[in-house]
């Protein structure tokens, strides 16, 4: 790869990163809890990779992204950062904007509710490999990037994770006991 | 990237065997002759059919629940990522 500051560098960084943005935003909100922390995460996690464009390989994009979040998330949780882009006079409102919208919300609204208490309830490492396979969309092997364990390790946690879901969500009478 | 699960595949699978290979099925990650031999035990297997449709609703509904990042948020990355080509890192 060409270095950074140079045109054609920062083309392939743009045509790299930027059709991955919507998928770090996810594994960022699973793993900082929130919109706005994911927001800085990922800014963070872009300003690392273009930093360290020069040792990518050009191969695999996501993964490569997904590396160094799950490093810039290590180090964000010894020290926090100051913003690095937000405009401070409209984050609140959008801090509450999850972008769901209303009609999001009536498909099965008393499933959706249980689910939301159930994965709520989750332990930490299960809801982790859930929200990141099943809600951000990623691969075993990018949710294993993601969280820096072995691809095995993410099978074993989504397993356990969504058996729990059923049997929270049997248990209020709303899944898992057709047989 | 090899992401795909392999494992050996005898001709027919028992429900055990479907069972503990079933979720990597429905999440597209099992090799393509165990994914045809569970999807063949599927069809014939009631019981096990509707082990993997109780999963399959559980994914949907996870799936819905996945807030879609708000438009404003994927903006302002779009115009870090920017003003990174034309100002630089510093």
Known sequence: MVPPGDGAADEAFERLVVPELDVLMRVA???SGNTADAEDLVQETLLR???S???FDGRYPRAWLLTIMRNANINRARRRRPQLQRDPDTAPEEVADDGRSAEDDVVDPVLDAALDDALAALPLVYRRAVELVDMAGLSYREAAEALGVRQGTVMSRLHRGRQRLRER???TGLEGDRT | MT???RRRVPDHLSCRQVAKVLQTHLDGELDDETASAVAEHLEMCRRCGLEAATYIELKEALARRAAPVPTASLERLRSF???????GAE
């Open chain 1, 53 to 55: 464009i020069e040792r």
């Open chain 1, 29 to 31: 909100r699973s793993l």
């Open chain 1, 49 to 51: 990779a273009y930093r």
């Open chain 1, 169 to 171: 969500l049997a248990a």
């Open chain 2, 81 to 87: 990522v920017a003003e990174l080509d034309a100002h």
């Open chain 2, 3 to 5: 992401r795909l699960i």
